[in-house]
């Protein structure tokens, strides 16, 4: 930053002793030149806003400042320095998160393909015929352990005491409103906002994954599920998902398992179904992302596969990444000689350094990550402490996919004030917002975490220059082709001129629900 005052200036204001000689409007000067070269680094400084953006600035700016204001006021007040499962209400008053809802987002480039639909829709799956349920009974009640489609009741049983009974007859044996309550519970982290650990949240987390997949596994139920999710991500102002997918194999109802490439065909199949209803969406492609916790001959068999699914669907999976819990895993490096035989044409979008470790295998994922050319870095929570990665990845053009609220349910930070990301904005260094797994945090698909971002991890003085140049960059490191991102680049502009023209036409009646906010 201060390279960009000359050389003279610096000898003159930063020697030993001139700043204690300077007079009081030198100083005011110095300090003016210095909060203004600060400023400039900002990411979204690059971004010049037109008259009528300016009129929308003034709007966000107003609700923003309101909210700031009673959080300097009464500290409790303000929503990012808490849990964010304990102010899910007051955020859905908050007139500056439903501004941010209408707001066109662009993309959401880190989703998990079965965490991605509403709490709510997902119970509707389980009203669907032929699903049958495995319970237990415990001590503080009946507990779900498995679900599973199939025409006749399932033969085999994993879990001791187990009982399978179709959804019908369970619903009849507990209460329906007893059984949604209980689905509601299970399928989400909300309200566990005071777990002992990381580990414990990523326990709960992959519980979930493992409870569903009985449900969204099931190959009628897949594409249906799929076409959902990227419903819920457009009407929450976002035009184009990628999805991270294990692929894992779909089943029937007689049991049979298909083929990997049949999962492929359902998301292409209701891609098109979806963008033939939609056609201001702009697309979806599909990441694979097997688990990082394997052995080198599994992951020689993975880039196999990847290679192999690419070529028969070009046009939909486009990279490649590990996913899971990084402490439980094994590090990239162990898998550097396979991972270098992957075709140039498929990009990898590494998760490294989801961690709070220094030093450790888990936060030199980072430096990894950079080395085998990784497009973006998942989370990259322990970037800040790795300064030479930071400049990398700026100097390169790697992005950050920053996931505010998925890093506090599991438990890396609990003030978003405090989140490294604070770091890459301040050093204008590439940043995407996405929300990774918004079904398990009962949130919308990517309004909460812009809404943290902006409020809780931006500075201040952040405003709509910060959000346009966010959801540009969401476009701009997709991993869409240079023709596909002119295109779509000109879609979501088209959204956010309506966006734009539709604030001002509202400007009197947003701003008025704001004071009744403060009282």
């Not at 400084?45 to 009464?74: H, P, S």
């Not at 982290?189 to 990381?198: A, G, I, Q, R």
Request: with cysteine; net charge neutral; aromatic share 10%.
């Amino acid at each position: 930053m201060f390279s960009q005052l000359p050389g003279s200036i610096l000898t003159q204001f930063f020697g030993p002793s001139s700043l204690r000689k300077c007079t009081p409007e030198a100083y005011r000067k110095l300090r003016e030149i210095v909060c203004k070269l600060e400023q400039s680094a900002i990411l979204g400084n690059d971004i010049e806003l037109t008259q009528k953006e300016i009129a929308v600035n003034d709007v966000i700016m107003c609700l923003k400042m309101d909210e700031y204001n009673r959080g300097v006021q009464d500290p409790n007040q303000f929503v990012p320095g808490s849990h964010i499962f304990k102010r899910l209400h007051d955020i859905e008053k908050s007139p500056l998160f439903q501004l941010i809802r209408k707001m066109p987002k662009g993309g959401a480039l880190k989703t998990h393909d079965s965490s991605m639909c509403s709490t709510q829709f997902l119970i509707n799956l389980t009203y669907k015929p032929h699903l049958w349920v495995c319970s237990t009974d415990a001590a503080d009640g009946c507990k779900i352990e498995e679900f599973r489609f199939s025409k006749d009741k399932p033969k085999w049983m994993q879990h001791k005491d187990g009982n399978w009974e179709t959804m019908d007859e369970f619903r009849d044996r507990r209460g329906e409103e007893n059984v949604r309550q209980h689905l509601k519970a299970l399928f989400s982290m909300y309200p566990l906002s005071n777990l002992k650990s990381n580990d414990v949240a990523w326990s709960r987390m992959m519980r979930i994954f493992a409870l569903i997949d009985g449900i969204v596994l099931y190959h009628p139920i897949w594409g249906e599920y799929y076409y959902n999710a990227l419903k819920e991500f457009s009407e929450d102002g976002v035009q184009y998902v990628e999805v991270r997918s294990l692929l894992k194999r779909l089943y029937c109802l007689d049991g049979n398992k298909l083929p990997v490439k049949e999962s492929l065909q359902v998301y292409s199949d209701e891609l098109k179904r979806f963008k033939d209803d939609h056609p201001d969406f702009i697309d979806s492609k599909v990441i694979y992302s097997p688990h990082r916790q394997t052995t080198v001959q599994k992951m020689r068999e993975h880039v196999k596969l990847c290679i192999e699914l690419n070529k028969e669907f070009p046009n939909l999976l486009m990279g490649f990444d590990l996913v899971g819990q990084e402490e439980l895993g094994h590090p990239l490096k162990m898998f550097v000689e396979e991972l270098l035989k992957m075709p140039s044409h498929i990009q990898f979008y590494f998760h490294a350094g989801q961690t709070n470790w220094y030093g450790s295998p888990l936060d030199e994922n980072l430096i990894d990550a950079l080395l085998l050319g990784t497009r973006r870095i998942g989370h990259a929570y322990a970037i800040t402490k790795h300064p030479l990665v930071m400049q990398l990845a700026k100097k390169f053009g790697v992005a950050i996919e920053v996931c505010p609220v998925c890093n506090q349910v599991l438990q890396l930070g609990a003030d978003y004030r405090n989140h490294p990301a604070t770091s890459l904005i301040a050093n204008d260094i590439p940043i995407v917002l996405s929300s990774g797994n918004p079904s398990f945090w009962r949130t919308k698909p990517l309004s909460h975490d812009f809404y943290m971002a902006f409020l809780g991890i931006a500075p201040m003085n952040a405003d709509l220059k910060f959000l346009k140049r966010t959801a540009k960059n969401s476009i701009k490191h997709s991993a869409l082709s240079d023709e596909e991102k002119a295109n779509a680049m000109q879609k979501w502009k088209t959204k956010w001129e309506k966006w734009i023209d539709w604030t001002i036409e509202n400007a009197d009646k947003i701003l008025a629900d704001e004071p009744k906010k403060s009282q």
